[in-house]
């Protein structure tokens, strides 16, 4: 069989690289890789660090950039890399916008759609947004649902999807293998300099919805955190958007128990934040990354679209209000009971084995 493999973000990446290296080491299975660049930067370092060099590149950043942009060039190209390549099916990955082309373009071109990450939903159209559209879009167009929990499977088939739903658990653990290490030196200056023997609260926020007073409440709560703990660090790599970064330096920056960093890559994520004691973060990614080893985790939003975690007590919605998410980070901080239940309880999110069940799905389904 032959698959082509579509993503462009360096989230998406960090959750397909291991999908690609499972498949690409089946000789039953041809695969090419396709990315748009819709994260340049970023997704160049999860590459390299996968040793993946892309099939095609789409190349479509372009400075301030928009939706309508992204998703117009995508579908400009996109048709072509099918024509080309010619696969049996397209995987996609979860809610970006370089996704929902992609799978309205091999639509138009009558290839089958596989959807990995399938199933999240908040119920709210237009928070996150534009993912929660675009998981419902994808989720139409797709023939095949790799949905990483029953939660995800309950939800796809309350909307009628019931055909090729498969519950595979999440990528992102598969990507642990490949990327954290005992002995483990940091490429990231900062993030050498650390001092991780002391405990370190790991912290990214950048979604869109978090923009303006959501993300200086957020801020304005960090320290308040640090006069509360006076013994605790904070490690905060900020997302190049200006608008983030003029919000958290304005605020944060010279901070002596905050170290603000550029973006690192997933390597020095994932060893910081196996180092750390605790995740503050409106990623999506971190939500399910931080319960596999073991950190509690609070969500900077007012709503997830895994609740898996929050149900089996390794994350809690902390809000964007100031005095909340102070409360729920202090009270995780200063109550070792509340650590440890947090701590040890169990990773909804799979066993690291989700690009094998994946593989085998297809040449069950393509043999």
Same mark, same amino acid.
């Given at each position: 069989m032959k698959a082509l493999v579509v993503f462009g973000t360096r989230p998406e990446a960090i959750k397909m690289c291991p999908l690609v290296l499972t498949l690409k080491a089946d000789p039953a299975i041809e695969v090419k890789v396709c990315v748009t660049g819709q994260h340049r930067e970023m997704l160049d370092q999860v590459l390299a660090i996968f040793d993946i060099e892309p099939d095609f590149d789409l190349n479509i950043m372009k400075p301030g950039q928009t939706l309508e942009g992204i998703t117009t060039a995508v579908m400009e190209k996109i048709g072509a890399v099918i024509d080309d390549v010619a696969p049996d099916i397209v995987l996609v990955h *979860? =809610? $970006? $916008?370089t996704s929902m082309a992609a799978a309205l373009g091999s639509f138009y071109r009558k290839v089958p759609? *596989?959807?990995v990450e399938a199933g999240l939903r908040t119920y709210d159209r237009y928070s996150p947004f534009p993912e929660e559209m675009n998981r419902k879009l994808i989720s139409a167009l797709a023939t095949y649902h790799f949905a990483p929990t029953q939660t995800?499977? =309950?939800a796809l088939a309350a909307e009628g999807v019931t055909g090729h739903v498969y519950i595979t658990g999440n990528t992102v653990i598969d990507a642990f293998q490949y990327t954290t290490r005992d002995g483990y030196r940091f490429t990231n200056a900062d993030l050498a300099r650390h001092d991780?023997?002391?405990p370190t609260v790991l912290m990214t926020a950048h979604r %869109?919805?978090?923009l303006g007073k959501p993300l200086e409440n957020i801020c304005d709560a960090v320290l308040e955190l640090c006069a509360a703990h006076p013994d605790t660090s904070f490690v905060y790599p900020v997302h190049l958007n200006p608008a983030v970064r003029e919000t958290v330096f304005g605020r944060l920056e010279g901070h002596p128990q905050i170290t603000l960093t550029d973006p690192v890559d997933?390597? =020095?994520?994932?060893?910081?934040m196996s180092r750390s004691i605790m995740v503050m973060t409106d990623s999506g990614g971190l939500q399910e990354e931080a319960p596999h080893l073991g950190k509690p985790v609070a969500v900077l939003r007012t709503e997830t679209e895994r609740p898996e975690a929050v149900a089996a007590g390794t994350a809690v919605v902390a809000g964007v209000e100031k005095d909340e998410v102070f409360d729920t980070v202090h009270r995780i901080l200063a109550d @070792?009971? $509340?650590? %440890? @239940?947090? @701590?040890? @309880?169990?990773?909804p999110y799979g =066993? *690291?084995?989700a690009s094998e069940r994946i593989r085998d799905i297809l040449k069950a389904n393509f043999s």
């Open positions: *979860g =809610d $970006t $916008t759609v *596989g959807h995800n499977l =309950d991780f023997s002391k %869109r919805e978090n997933v390597e =020095d994520m994932h060893n910081a @070792a009971e $509340t650590y %440890r @239940a947090m @701590a040890n @309880a169990a990773n =066993d *690291g084995h």
